[in-house]
């Protein structure tokens, strides 16, 4: 298990892209409602690529799904996702503004939507289960959910310092990192679906 696993969920789940969206949601609350919020969110992105990392490809065998069609469609949505960072969208973020205006008066929003879809959407999900097939070891698997622990980090670190990070960077530093992010992720996504096609049409190798 090399690093692109990693690689690639922090250009997906990208923390800094939603920073804006955290201070939005977390506007009026308290220290102890804002740290709340961050430990909530943050373990549960944890737990999200955890379970997609275990329990993945049982679910995909339940329903009857080849690995090789999953890949194509996961690559299909990390290339959608990827497109819309490099027009400096967060790859997640699919909430209409009504969506925006309740989870705002909600007394909870770490997991929804803060977590899912903003965080771990399909496309992070698909991911996690596409390299949990290459896992062939217990260390290799154990290596997958330990990149789920950076990730949480990750995403803590982000959310504690939001609004340091979005003075520092501004709009405009952050739109530059998620275009970044999206052309790494655009290069990932067109390998992995190559991958695929090639298992579905061994005559492309």
């Keep these: 298990m ?11 789940v990208n923390p800094l892209a939603i920073v804006p969206f955290f201070i939005h ?12 919020t961050i430990l909530i969110s943050s373990f549960s992105a944890f737990v999200v690529i955890a379970t997609c990392a275990l329990m993945g490809l049982q679910v995909l065998e339940f329903f009857g799904i080849s690995l090789a069609s999953f890949q194509v469609g996961g690559g299909m949505l990390l290339l959608t996702s990827a497109l819309s960072m490099l027009n400096a969208q967060p790859a997640e973020a699919k909430t209409t503004q009504g969506e925006v205006d309740d989870a705002s008066a909600r007394a909870s929003i770490a997991v929804v939507p803060l977590t899912i879809p903003l965080l771990t959407g399909p496309a992070t999900m698909s991911t996690v289960v596409i390299y949990a097939d290459q896992a062939k070891t217990f260390f290799q ?6 990149y789920g622990v950076v990730i949480a980090l990750a995403t803590a670190v982000c959310f504690a310092a939001a609004k340091p990070i979005a003075r520092f ?14 052309l790494i992720l655009a290069a990932l996504a067109v390998e992995v679906m190559a991958a695929g096609l090639v298992k579905l049409f061994p005559a492309l190798a």
């Design 25 to 36: 949601y977390t506007q009026g609350f308290s220290a102890a409602q804002r740290k709340r």
């Design 169 to 182: 960077l501004g709009q405009t530093g952050i739109n530059v990192m998620t275009r970044l992010m999206g």
């Design 141 to 146: 698997h154990a290596a997958l959910v330990g």
């Design 2 to 12: 090399n690093f692109k696993p990693l690689i690639t969920l922090l250009a997906l």
